[in-house]
Structures are given as structure tokens and as C-alpha cells.
């Protein structure tokens, strides 16, 4: 078969003037294996080497999937933050101080919560900052003098 494949075309005659073709056919009605070769040559002579298209399924569970690994990531960090912030509230109440470990406690979180808040302000002002000098001297102000060479000292 593959010596037929390399050295014959479609429409060739053999040596008793009938086409290569009809004398496969007949031999792939009588013998199953041969019909099957003779299907696997057509597909593979006509280029019906299709891809299989894409599973339209996949994509919702492959997002339902990605979501419900992105709430256990979440729900870790907030664990994660929240024992923190017990654990730091726990040993704060077990100092020996002059009152109560109730207000320890009140006060760790209280201090805490200022602090993150004071950092959160002092970002923001930054930011703006740094907003408002883009704002003053945009790229298409600035001209080739401003602007240091390479090689300058």
C-alpha cells in the first residue's frame, strides 16, 4: 500500500488498463482491514485534518473553577488576618500593666486600626502628590534642554 501511496496518482491504470482506484475499491469490499487503510489514504489525500473544535463547557467550569479557588485564597487571608490580629490581642492582654487586660485589648486594636488608617492617609497624599507634579510638567511641555544626555557629566 505504501509503495502505491509513493509511486501512484489518482487516475493512474495498472498494467490491465483499470484504474488503481476501481481495483482498490474492489479489494477494499472484500477485505475489511484494506477498507480501512483505503479511508485513512482518502482522509489523509483530501487534508481532512480538522482540529477538534472547542468544548464551549470547558470554559464556564474552567471560570466557576478559577472563582472558587480565588474565595479560598481570600477566605485564607482573611483567616489568616484575623488570627493575627487575636494572637496580637491575646499576648497584648497577658502584659502585666497597671489596668485592666480588657482595655489591653481594647486599646492594641484601637491603636492598630489608627495606625493602618494614618499609613492609608499618608499614601493617598502621596499619591496626589505625585498626580498633581505629572499634571504641572506633562512629557510634551518638557524640551531637549531639560532633558539630560547620555554622555553629559
Known amino acids: 500500500m505504501l509503495e502505491w501511496v509513493q509511486t501512484s496518482t489518482p487516475g493512474d491504470t495498472d498494467p490491465a488498463g483499470d484504474t488503481t482506484e476501481e481495483v482498490l475499491e474492489e479489494q ?18 483530501s487534508g481532512d485534518l480538522r482540529l477538534a473544535g472547542p468544548d464551549w463547557m470547558n470554559k464556564p467550569r474552567r471560570l466557576v473553577l478559577a472563582g472558587v479557588i480565588c474565595l479560598i485564597a481570600l477566605a485564607i487571608l482573611v483567616a489568616g488576618a484575623v488570627a493575627g490580629a487575636v494572637f496580637v490581642v491575646h499576648n497584648a492582654a497577658r502584659l502585666k500593666l497597671p489596668w485592666p487586660p480588657a482595655g489591653t485589648s481594647t486599646l492594641t486594636l484601637v491603636g492598630a486600626s489608627l495606625l493602618g488608617a494614618a499609613a492609608w492617609r499618608v499614601g493617598q497624599a502621596l499619591r496626589r502628590r505625585a498626580v498633581r507634579a505629572r499634571a504641572q510638567n506633562p512629557p510634551a511641555s518638557r524640551t531637549e534642554d531639560d532633558q539630560n544626555p547620555v554622555g553629559a557629566p
Do not use: G, Y
Open 28 to 45: 477494499a469490499v472484500k477485505d475489511a482491514e484494506k477498507a480501512q487503510s483505503l479511508i485513512a489514504l482518502e482522509h489523509a489525500r
